[in-house]
């Protein structure tokens, strides 16, 4: 039986990954988590998977599991992942997010196998793009705007460096946004939709926001683990793949769909504290290098997903 290992597997995506993989293969999957915070997350999939609870800044312990697991396939998701809260800690960010994937590569390698490696980059690393490059595609020039953004660019570039040096089978994967249930609430839309329920329940009675005009490309999480599924089992070791909808929206008007949703009259206030040093106008997914070689698109319309995401709030006591 192959066996999957999953890193981040309690999180927003690795979680929704381990159900997607559990649910189409007959696969022996393994995760790591930092924190027992998300448990509940994987609670589904208890039975089909196989929890460790290690720190991959600690190389020794994360290359024992490694030799000791042996996988065939690694999605490597963990991370420090706020764009927002990276302007808080850089370098924190930066050197987590860069020496948990070298101390994963250097496992790997030193196990002597050759798994093919998915490593989770971000659209994040595009940062400002001019008008006249939308939408983005893989060779859109890189320019960051954000701590999390460069400890991005260096996850994909020290992919691309142990497949270049060591012949590891990785591929690099650029998501745009994706949104859904069990999203922390520092994203966008994981906030918007827990501060309508806390205003639904009295806990609150001012939404306050941030900057409402830049326009982001959001795509269903589900949506986003099954194009992980595809790309590591089709796409080519050494590349890498955007993966969005291919359509932006504006912050406004997510807000908008989510306000519709609520029965509650919502006051919208304006808190420049949300707002951050610089905030890209626009980023919107050319996806067609991922459609070409794997057939994927996205098929949960955004109206479920904001739906969803909201119901999951609701039913958070």
């Known amino acids: 039986m192959k066996k999957v290992f999953i890193t981040g597997i309690t999180g927003f995506a690795g ?20 924190s027992d915070t998300n ?13 460790r609870q290690i720190d991959l800044r600690d190389s020794q312990k994360l290359q024992d599991l490694i030799k000791e697991i042996r996988p065939d396939f690694v999605y490597h998701l963990a991370a420090l992942t706020s764009p927002a809260d990276s302007f808080k800690n ?19 390698r030193v196990a002597g196998i050759f798994p093919k490696v998915l490593i989770a980059s971000s659209a994040e690393v595009y940062g400002e793009v001019a008008a006249g490059n ?7 020039p890189l320019r960051p705007a954000t701590p999390y953004a460069v400890s991005k660019i260096a996850q994909d570039f020290l992919g691309l460096q142990y497949f270049i040096s060591y012949k590891i089978p990785v591929i690099r994967v650029r998501p745009f946004n994706h949104i859904g249930p069990r999203q922390a609430p520092n994203f966008v839309v994981s906030s918007f939709s ?12 001012v939404m306050r926001v941030g900057n409402l005009m830049a326009k982001r490309d959001f795509t269903d999480v589900r949506d986003i683990v ?13 590349d890498v793949y955007n993966i969005g909808s291919g359509k932006s929206y504006k912050i406004s008007e997510i807000l908008d769909k989510l306000l519709s949703m609520s029965n509650k009259d919502i006051k919208i206030e304006i808190d420049k504290q949300l707002l951050r040093p610089i905030d890209v106008p626009e ?30 709030w609701r039913s958070m006591v």
Not at 90 to 108: D, H, K, Q, R
Not at 228 to 235: C, F, H, P, Q, R
């Open 194 to 205: 827990k501060r309508i329920v806390d205003i639904e329940r009295g806990k609150e009675s």
């Open 283 to 312: 980023l919107v997914c050319d996806n067609k290098k991922i459609f070409q070689k794997t057939g994927w698109k996205p098929e949960i319309p955004i109206e479920k997903t904001l739906a969803d995401t909201l119901d999951y």
């Open 15 to 34: 979680s929704f990954l381990a159900e997607h993989i559990a649910s189409q293969k007959d696969y022996e999957i393994f995760g790591s988590f930092l």
């Open 90 to 108: 850089p370098a924190g960010f930066i050197n987590n997010n860069t020496e948990a994937e070298v101390n994963l590569l250097e496992a790997i």
């Open 39 to 51: 448990l509940e997350n994987t609670a589904s999939v208890k039975e089909k998977v196989s929890l």
């Open 134 to 140: 939308l939408p983005i595609d893989e060779d859109t």
């Open 226 to 238: 099954r194009g992980y599924l595809l790309l590591l089992e089709m796409g080519d070791p050494g």
